[in-house]
């Protein structure tokens, strides 16, 4: 900021005064009914409700040209949130939750998405905002009282529902960050506490990556650093069924959020900032194969 | 110069974007008697202040992608929309006030405030301000603010010690604060 603004604001600001009466309590009940907070939920779930929270909040500065605009593959942001909605969906009937749109026909994410982007497109944006948030809202509310290894399925892949939920936030992070670039907002990254898992997953995910990659990786071993806030260490069986981890073969190093991006399908893994050491061959491979799983 | 707000700036703003009530709540225990004082200072009146204060907090809340802290400190951008509303309630007040007595005997322009709080007869107006200040209480703005001294620094440069530099700049930010808030209404 400018010196002059600085010390403009800053005498303005001289001699603190404190209202006759607390405001905080009228504050906190005035802020509900401007904007939802981010729904309660299992503290396993919360990095998914924080994520559905800022969707929303950039969702709530569009105006009508930007549900028009075009963001990822071919979808207009209407068109997003309508995917992000199929998706989440899918997901709570896996669970018992309530599931908001069309009845659930075919049950994979490309039908599904189909169907709900055709059923959001003869409504407005706000209603097709409302409904997506009314569902993930929803979602958090009815896991709350679920045990985080509860089995459940999408896209026909069976894994514990808090693996799942990560997913959710991971995919739900990285397309309000792809909005946010089109709207050329700055979206600030969700706090470390909820990367942190999130990273984690994507760490999990690595010998299926490798797999679906065409890369075998069995019987080798990953030493992953991930920096930045949210970030750690983590030692990795590259196969899918290796008992467990044993002596590293290499070892990357990268920023925390680039890496769970690159796993979601954003950035070229043929330039992924990352250093490698030990057998660089197997190293690459990894980066080349960690987008495999992503969907749009 | 763009300022870079603090970590702790940055980390409240990730929570309220993740839609965390409770940092909210932390925004408005540290900011709240700031703020409230700046739209006291500027309208003069305690419950068009507390108005004020509770909607800068909400628009926050509401709009927390508005707030970038790449460009500046939380701080300075709350009270930049509460300067705004403050200035508009009270030029508002006024016109309401010079129709109230019939037929005016001049007509203000109709006044549209820049995006950034300080149009450039504004700084102008700090800037003499500051001139007028006595000397020793000058040269210890001028260092802090335009030489981007620390408190410190300035004791050093001025030959005296850190809390009397610290107290020289709070006198001078007291004067100017009265100074400007005279002018304002």
Not at chain 1, 142 to 161: E, F, K, R, S
Not at chain 2, 129 to 158: C, H, I, K, W
Request: hydrophobic share 45%; proline share 7%; with cysteine.
């Amino acid at each position: 900021m400018d010196p002059v603004e600085r010390l403009y604001l800053d005498a303005l600001m001289e001699d603190p005064e404190v209202p006759a009466r607390s405001l905080r309590p009228q504050l906190l009940a005035g802020a509900r009914a401007r904007r939802r907070p981010a729904a309660p939920t299992a503290a396993w779930a919360e990095p998914y409700a924080g994520r559905v929270a800022a969707m929303d909040a950039l969702l709530a500065s569009a105006v009508d040209d930007d549900w028009s605009r075009i963001i990822v593959e071919g979808w207009t942001l209407q068109e997003l949130v309508a995917h992000l909605a199929a998706k989440d969906g899918l997901l709570a009937a896996s669970v018992g939750a309530p599931v908001l749109g069309p009845p659930i026909g075919a049950a994979d994410s490309t039908s599904r998405t189909h169907d709900v982007q055709a059923y959001e497109r003869a409504r407005s944006p706000e209603q097709t905002r409302r409904d997506w948030r009314a569902q993930a809202d929803a979602l958090c509310r009815h896991l709350a009282d679920l045990p985080p290894t509860t089995p459940a399925t999408l896209d026909g892949l069976d894994a514990p529902v808090n693996d799942h939920i990560l997913a959710r936030c991971l995919e739900t992070w990285i397309h309000t960050s792809d909005a946010a670039e089109t709207a050329r907002i700055r979206l600030p990254d969700p706090i470390a506490e909820h990367i942190h898992p999130t990273a984690d997953l994507c760490a999990r995910l690595l010998p299926f990556t490798m797999l679906f990659g065409g890369v075998d990786g069995a019987g080798r071993t990953l030493h992953l650093t991930l920096t930045g806030e949210g970030g750690g260490e983590w030692r990795v069986a590259l196969g899918v069924e290796d008992a467990g981890p044993g002596e590293p073969d290499a070892h990357i190093t990268a920023d925390v959020k680039k890496f769970c991006f690159l796993l979601g399908g954003r950035g070229d893994p043929a330039d992924f900032p990352a250093d490698l050491e030990g057998d660089l061959a197997l190293a690459r491979d990894v980066l080349a194969t960690a987008p495999a799983l992503s969907t749009p | 110069m763009p300022v870079e707000a603090p970590y702790d700036d940055r980390l409240l703003h990730q929570r309220v974007v993740g839609g965390d009530e409770s940092a909210l709540g932390e925004v408005y225990d540290r900011l709240s008697s700031l703020i409230f004082g700046l739209a006291l200072r500027v309208t003069r009146d305690r419950v068009i202040a507390e108005d004020i204060t509770q909607e800068v907090f909400l628009v926050f809340w509401e709009r927390p992608l508005a707030f970038d802290p790449e460009r500046g400190t939380l701080r300075a951008w709350l009270a930049t929309i509460a300067h705004r509303r403050a200035v508009d309630h009270v030029r508002a007040e006024e016109r309401r006030r010079v129709s109230a007595l019939g037929p005016r005997l001049f007509e203000r322009e109709p006044v549209r405030l820049e995006d950034t709080v300080l149009a450039a007869d504004e700084a102008q107006r700090v800037r003499r301000a500051v001139t007028s200040l006595p000397d020793g209480l000058r040269e210890a703005v001028e260092l802090a603010y335009f030489g981007g001294r620390t408190y410190r620094q300035v004791g050093e440069e001025l030959g005296v010690p850190e809390g009397t530099a610290k107290s020289r700049i709070r006198l001078a930010l007291r004067r100017l604060a009265d100074a400007l808030a005279e002018e304002e209404v």
